[in-house]
């Protein structure tokens, strides 16, 4: 494939898009999808049955440019019925849906064939190794959508592996997957932009050895607004939690969510609740049963929730997150750093008290130390531990000591001036599209 631009053309593209099973990957998909269409291109977003329900709906303006496409995803033992994205996953049971996505391999494969006419692209998650050969197989051009931020690939690059081979197995790991899908594609898009990353973005094109696009950060519709479809009690709880915080005072609450992959165990559940009870602090705690914890045991430490009751409040289930980072009475984001919370968190303007756990964690948090908007708990050298007095410190530094509260609520306010800035966001798309557009057999 040669690279040619052409000004001239400007017929609409047909963008086939596939995202990685897991709503942090789910939602900037889709964004990107609608971004797409706004400018004309149609989009056939590729999920499956239970996914797609709980998607937000597409905007009306570009709904008939949207397809939405359901997939059915494999059966795999036991895989808990209705699991089909991570959040549905009890601790333990990621490979068992990494298998079962394996298995959408032969249905996006008569997808594509029942299209007719190829589309112009495929845009795949990295880990989305057999729907890449899938379209290599039909001669379909493919870009490797990357959801992290640019400083994650600096730091990790492109993985040092032997050559992955065309025909790969099932039960591929995480960095085969990674490599086969890098390998396979034209172009390389990255969940970022240069205005909030001026070290790392430039540095892209040349770790990939691609082209790179920047797609810019792919921020949700503001205020709240894109929340995940739920059902009848989910959506109750979180009415219920939004009533709570509506009788606090303002930028008095911490909101704690540590995401849903890395549920803590129940000794760091104990650390992390006599933490926020010794910064004195209200909050309100997303929390994660640890594994292997019957759902009727009560796992926080004994006498907490009596010792906090009025000030702190800690949930279970689904969380409406963006309508509670949106509410006039969050102060400040406890948060394990995944790439789309720590957007979130910039996006409404919250200063970040740091808990990292394992991938793309660390380097965003570091980013966000390096912004000066947000402060790490402190964690042991040696085992990577963390304590009560660390998580009371790093949250009273953020939401309780004026000196500092002032200075880390200003630098998140400028992060959230760039998030809103979507002259930045809509170049980079423009960009994109650009660049699928220099690419022609």
Not at 162 to 176: F, I, K, M, P
Request: with cysteine; aromatic share 8%.
């Amino acid at each position: 494939m040669d690279a040619d631009a052409d000004s001239e053309d400007t017929s609409p593209l047909h963008i086939v898009v596939f995202p990685w099973l897991a709503f942090g990957h789910l939602l900037p998909f889709l964004d990107l999808a609608e971004r797409l269409a706004d400018r004309g291109h149609r989009v056939s977003f590729v999920s499956t049955p239970r996914n797609i329900t709980r998607l937000p709906p597409v905007s009306p303006a570009v709904v008939p440019l949207v397809d939405l496409v359901s997939l059915p995803l494999p059966r795999v033992d036991g895989l808990p019925e209705g699991a089909e994205a991570t959040t549905d996953l009890p601790p333990g049971k990621y490979e068992l849906l990494q298998k079962a996505a394996d298995g959408l391999a032969a249905p996006f494969s008569a997808f594509l064939d029942a299209l007719g006419k190829k589309p112009d692209w495929v845009i795949l998650d990295t880990f989305h190794h057999l729907p890449a050969a899938a379209a290599l197989d039909r001669k379909v051009p493919s870009v490797m959508l990357i959801v992290f931020s640019a400083a994650t690939s600096v730091l990790y690059g492109v993985p040092r592996v032997s050559r992955v081979v065309h025909d790969l197995e099932l039960g591929a790991s995480l960095v085969q997957r990674f490599m086969f899908t890098y390998e396979t594609c034209k172009i390389i898009a990255q969940r970022c932009c240069v205005e909030l990353e001026p070290d790392s973005v430039p540095l892209l094109p040349k770790i990939f050895g691609k082209p790179v696009s920047p797609v810019g950060l792919l921020p949700p519709p503001f205020a709240g607004s894109r929340s995940l479809r739920t059902n009848g009690a989910a959506a109750k709880q979180g009415d219920a939690l939004v009533s709570w915080l509506d009788r606090q005072p303002a930028k008095s609450v911490v909101y704690v969510a540590l995401g849903s992959e890395a549920p803590l165990v129940t000794e760091q559940v104990h650390e992390m609740a006599l933490g926020l009870e010794l910064a004195g602090v209200r909050f309100l705690w997303a929390l994660r049963k640890p594994s292997g914890v019957p759902d009727d045991a009560d796992i926080l430490p004994p006498g907490f929730e009596e010792r906090t009751h009025g000030r702190g409040l800690v949930t279970m289930g689904l969380v409406p997150q963006t309508r509670i980072l949106a509410h006039a009475a969050v102060s400040a984001f406890l948060t394990h750093c995944g790439w789309s919370s720590t957007i979130e968190g910039m996006q409404y303007g919250h200063p970040l008290i740091m808990l990292p756990f394992f991938g793309d964690q660390g380097p965003n948090a570091l980013l966000m130390e390096a912004k000066g908007s947000g402060v790490l708990v402190t964690r042991d050298a040696k085992d990577g531990s963390f304590d009560r007095a660390g998580v009371a410190a790093a949250v009273r530094a953020v939401a309780v000591e004026e000196e500092g509260r002032m200075v880390f609520a200003t630098n998140a306010r400028k992060l959230q001036e760039l998030v809103a800035d979507t002259r930045c966001h809509e170049r980079c798309i423009d960009e994109f599209i650009h660049q699928l557009r220099c690419y022609k057999e």
